[in-house]
Structure formats: C-alpha cells, structure tokens
C-alpha cells in the first residue's frame, strides 16, 4: 500500500504540474490490484481538476457521483462503462506481461486525462502507466494533429498494428468522451474548480543561530486555485533558483494550497544590507502583490494598517486601565497602599 500512496504523490504532482494557468482538466486514476486484499480488483477516481467527482470499481460497475447529481447521468454511465470496462481489460492484459511474485500483492496503475484550454480548445491528452508505484510509461494524444505518441514499455511492446488501434480509438472515443465529460463536470461544479480565493502572504527573517547568518522565507497560503507565481527579489532583483528551497505545492485541510519559497543569507550579506522583497501572482489578484518584511499576511503594504489598530486598540485598553486604577484609588485605601508599593518597586 505504500507503493499505492507513493504513485498517488505522484499524481498529484502531475495534475499540478501539467495543467496551465486559467485552464481545466478531467483526469482518472485506475489501480487494477492482484492479491489478497480487501479492495476491489479494478477501480478508478474521477478528477476535475483537483477535486473528486465519481468513482467506479469492477464491484459496481457503476459511476458513482461524488456529492452532486449529473444531468446527464444514464449518457455517462454508458460512456464510462464502455471506457473504464476497455481501461480494466486492457490493463489485465497488460499485467501479466510484467515479471512478478505472484505471492504478493501488485498493483497496476494507469493516470489518464483530457485538457480543456481557456480558449474553450481541447488540449494535449495523456496517459501514464506505473507498476508498483515505478512509472514506466507515457503516451500522449494530439488531439488536433490525431496523433500518438508512446514512450517507454508501451513503446517497446507494442506493434505498429497496436498502436494504430490505440490511435484510432483515442479519435473516435477516448477523446471526445473525456472532453464531453469535462465540459458537463464543469457546468455542474464550475462554483468550486472556478472559485478565487486571495492567497494570505507573508515575508519572514529568521536569524540562524549555528552560522549567524539569517533565512529569508516567502510563504503564500490559503489560495485558489493552485496555479501561483511567487518570487523572492534581492534589491528588486529575482534570485536565482539554485539559491531557492521550497517552492512546492501543498494542500491545506480546506481544500486551498501553500507554496513557500526559502533563501539562507550569509552574515557576509548580511552585513551589506541587502533588500529583500516577494512578489506574488494569482487568479484572485488584480494586479502584482509586492510583500515587504513584518508585514501582515495577504494584503501587501495595506495590511500596515492592521497593527496601527491592534496598537490603537491596545492603547485604548491601557489607558481605561489607568483610568480605573486611579479612580479606584482614591476610593479603596487597600489598592492606594498597593499602588505607592508598586510605584516604589
């Protein structure tokens, strides 16, 4: 099962990874799995974008909706029992050829999907393949060119009557059919995959007690979608990414991402003084979000007004103190004997 999790890490790296900014994109995970275990043998995971919508096994031979009902539920129950029940022979077929313990548990894994550009064009479409957890090969389908392209086992087992054949179908099936499925998934949920949501940025210096020197860290959460541009400048200058750690996408418990990007400062630098700033880039932002140090997270220079009230507030609050203690004074000789000790001390 850890190869399992380690291939769906993979996953999302690649729905993350291969999708463009302002586009969106249908992908299904198919885990065939040999062996003694409690999992139906064949299953796959709908994705729209990178939210779940269906699910389907060789159990129910049924698509499941994943919180929604589907206008066009009975045309995609035939669709998908006509494309995962191809998917499931297929990779059965395929399994065996794999030299294995057959004692064990394995798993087969096919990640396949379509793309729907923002000029509302179909994209590139993909499949890879991974036997226990190690992928091992990659096709791809010009959908204008109707071309394929195959790397890897695929590449080297099959014939160029296979591949004509695998050609033909992603023409006349595959594609259209994922491209179709898209467009309806979208309608139904474009409130969650079309959503915006401001990332909250901030821009830390910690000291480094060990060399002195100092970490510069950039970090951008709770935004949607994931697509992000975050930069760290030096003197308005982008620093070079051998110099960067981090920069990868993580999920947060509500369904928003965080990316954060890291540069260690040596004290020679800092002894010069440089001027470190972050600059973000987001669907949910109008224009560019420059981020200076100690600034509150999320609005850029305008969240210096956030402190001034907390300050104001805070101010507020010491002088009404005062303000009761004295008066208080004048009336309880206890608290006016307690006072002078405190002043004294």
């Known amino acids: 099962m850890l190869q399992l999790m380690f291939f769906f890490l993979f996953c999302s790296f690649q729905i993350s990874s291969t999708v463009k900014s302002g586009s969106h994109s249908l992908w299904t995970l198919s885990t065939l799995i040999k062996g003694d275990t409690p999992f139906p043998e064949f299953s796959v995971v709908v994705m729209l974008d990178d939210i779940q919508v269906a699910y389907y096994d060789s159990n129910e031979n049924n698509l499941i909706y994943r919180q929604f009902k589907s206008e066009h539920e009975d045309e995609e129950q035939k669709d998908a029992s006509f494309v995962f029940g191809n998917i499931h022979k297929d990779m059965k077929a ?71 054949s695998v050609e033909w179908m992603y023409t006349h099936f595959y594609s259209p059919i994922c491209i179709k499925l898209l467009k309806n998934f979208l309608h139904m949920k474009k409130n969650d995959v079309m959503r915006k949501v401001k990332p909250r940025v901030r821009l830390l210096q910690k000291t480094l007690p060990d060399s002195g020197g100092a970490k510069v860290t950039c970090l951008a959460t709770g935004f949607y979608p994931r697509h992000i541009n975050l930069t760290l400048l030096r003197d308005g200058q982008p620093v070079s990414d051998h110099q960067i750690t981090g920069g990868e996408l993580l999920p947060n418990l509500d369904g928003t991402y965080q990316m954060r990007k890291s540069l260690e400062v040596s004290t020679e630098e800092l002894r010069e003084k440089h001027h470190y700033t972050c600059t973000v880039e987001h669907l949910s932002l109008d224009n560019k979000l420059d981020v200076k140090p100690d600034l509150d997270p999320g609005v850029g220079t305008v969240s210096i007004v956030i402190p001034v009230v907390v300050l104001g507030v805070a101010l507020l609050c010491v002088v009404g103190a005062v303000v009761f203690m004295r008066r208080r004074r004048h009336r309880d000789p206890f608290m006016n004997t307690w006072m002078s000790s405190t002043a004294c001390t």
């Not at 499949?127 to 392209?149: E, H, I, P, R, T």
């Open 94 to 164: 395929l399994f065996y050829t794999y030299q294995f313990n057959r004692t064990h548990v394995h798993t087969l894994q096919r990640l396949a999907g379509c793309e729907l550009l923002d000029d509302d064009t179909p994209g590139r479409q993909r499949a890879l393949n991974a036997f226990n957890g190690v992928d091992d090969s990659a096709l791809q389908f010009n959908v204008q060119k109707k071309a394929l392209q195959i790397e890897g086992f695929w590449q080297i087992k099959w014939s160029q009557t296979r591949k004509d």
